[in-house]
T-cell receptor, first 114, second 110 residues
Framework: EAGVAQSPRYKIIEKRQSVAFWCNPISGHATLYWYQQILGQGPKLLIQFQNNGVVDDSQLPKDRFSAERLKGVDSTLKIQPAKLEDSAVYLC????????????FGPGTRLTVL | QKEVEQDPGPLSVPEGAIVSLNCTYSNSAFQYFMWYRQYSRKGPELLMYTYSSGNKEDGRFTAQVDKSSKYISLFIRDSQPSDSATYLCAMENSGYALNFGKGTSLLVTP
């Protein structure tokens, strides 16, 4: 079974530029999460989708971050414009159902904002 | 106060030692308690999870949850250099997303 795929793996941009990250979850998984992991911290939830609906985006900075999950499968996370404090690893995870279940994480996209 | 507190370490132990990792939390509504392992430049992977209070054992790993004290632990017996990683405790919120601790960096030296 293929794992969660993310791209790109690394991205370096200047502040005020835009960037987008892509996630392909494990096939058939209903729930998809985006987490932000700042160096030395644990992952922090940004947004949670069930199928193609948003369950929780309370910690997503909506003035600059947006996310969508098309047809309940792939997802993109966008930052526009980026700030220095957005430098972090962006992790995508998926889980099979809509209740409690193991979350499978992708390798993450490491973003550096200069 | 963060909902989940975890000492970031680093923790360095010799091979074969027993390792004890701990977290405290403040939200009494948490029901599922998890330990994830994260190797450098990789995503976290689930080691173990426990529902409510009690102990759970899996090979060299034992997870303990004490809901009365809001305290969870992970014990690693006969630690190996391959156990060197960051260990993250996590607890589920009402929507089943996870609240993570900061992670404890563990180094097991041969």
């Amino acid at each position: 079974e293929a794992g969660v795929a993310q791209s790109p793996r690394y991205k370096i941009i200047e502040k005020r530029q835009s960037v987008a990250f892509w996630c392909n979850p494990i096939s058939g998984h209903a729930t998809l999460y985006w987490y932000q992991q700042i160096l030395g911290q644990g992952p922090k939830l940004l947004i949670q989708f069930q199928n193609n609906g948003v369950v929780d985006d309370s910690q997503l900075p909506k003035d600059r971050f947006s996310a969508e999950r098309l047809k309940g499968v792939d997802s993109t996370l966008k930052i526009q414009p980026a700030k220095l404090e957005d430098s972090a690893v962006y992790l995508c995870a998926s889980s099979p159902g809509t209740g409690f279940g193991e979350q499978f994480f992708g390798p993450g996209t490491r973003l550096t904002v200069l | 106060q963060k909902e989940v507190e975890q000492d970031p370490g680093p923790l360095s132990v010799p091979e074969g030692a027993i390792v004890s990792l701990n977290c405290t939390y403040s939200n009494s509504a948490f029901q599922y308690f998890m330990w994830y392992r994260q190797y450098s430049r990789k995503g976290p992977e689930l080691l173990m999870y426990t529902y409510s209070s009690g102990n759970k054992e899996d090979g060299r790993f034992t997870a303990q949850v004490d809901k009365s004290s809001k305290y969870i632990s992970l014990f690693i017996r006969d630690s190996q250099p391959s156990d060197s990683a960051t260990y993250l405790c996590a607890m589920e919120n009402s929507g089943y997303a996870l609240n993570f601790g900061k992670g404890t960096s563990l180094l097991v030296t041969p």
